[in-house]
T-cell receptor, first 112, second 114 residues
């Protein structure tokens, strides 16, 4: 079945550091890929998305590129801020059920 | 703003009680979903509905039931709550006409079963 594997957290970075959160997937067919972010006490917000190979999703300084050859969708940001502290979920969408399969989430803590 | 809302936001109940969680949306989306979030497990799909007359089980539907009262409303019920149903519950919606078919989530309901 479909699955998503994310790097385990927590990830602790200083402000302005470079961020990479790894995400790899296993899926039948050609999935759409997403990153969601969950700020403390809130629901999930869609951060960025991509539907085909080599698509680059970007939003709020975050980027991720759909790599079919390595089945990956790593999240990157060049300079993190304290306000980026949250849990980040990688997810894929396949099939007629439009079922989202989530990774287990990676907690990011950014300090001054 | 078009939105997804959930009530209640927090609920504490006792084993064996019946409880209903409600979800409403003003996005005009046909598709609605209920997910459960447990620490370290990501989100798991409980039920989903593609329209008012279409209800489908997800991967962890045992112990839950749903009702799609209208396009905008989708309720989740626990007929007899048990402690291992303590979790964070999310409702989501999507529009199949969107090229990405992305899902939009409500703020969540934190349920504790004692």
């Amino acid at each position: 079945g479909d699955s998503v594997t994310q790097m385990e957290g927590p990830v602790t970075l200083s402000e302005e550091a470079f961020l990479t959160i790894n995400c790899t997937y296993t899926a039948t067919g050609y999935p759409s890929l997403f990153w969601y972010v969950q700020y403390p006490g809130e629901g999930l917000q869609l951060l960025l998305k991509a539907t085909k190979a080599d698509d680059k999703g970007s939003n709020k300084g975050f980027e991720a590129t759909y790599r079919k050859e390595t089945t990956s969708f790593h999240l990157e940001k060049g300079s993190v801020q304290v306000s980026d502290s949250a849990v980040y979920f990688c997810a894929l969408l396949t099939g007629t059920a439009s079922k989202l399969t989530f990774g287990t989430g990676t907690r990011l803590q950014v300090t001054l | 703003d078009a939105d997804v809302t959930q009530t209640p936001r927090n609920r504490i109940t006792k084993t064996g009680k019946r409880i209903m969680l409600e979800c409403s949306q003003t996005k005009g989306h046909d598709r609605m979903y209920w997910y459960r979030q447990d620490p370290g497990l990501g989100l798991q799909l409980i039920y989903y509905s593609f329209d008012v007359k279409d209800i489908n089980k997800g991967e962890i539907s045992d112990g839950y039931s749903v009702s799609r009262q209208a396009q905008a409303k989708f309720s989740l019920s626990l007929e007899s709550a048990i402690p291992n149903q303590t979790a964070l519950y999310f409702c989501a919606t999507s529009d199949p006409r969107s090229p990405y078919n992305e899902q939009f989530f409500g703020p969540g309901t934190r349920l504790t079963v004692l």
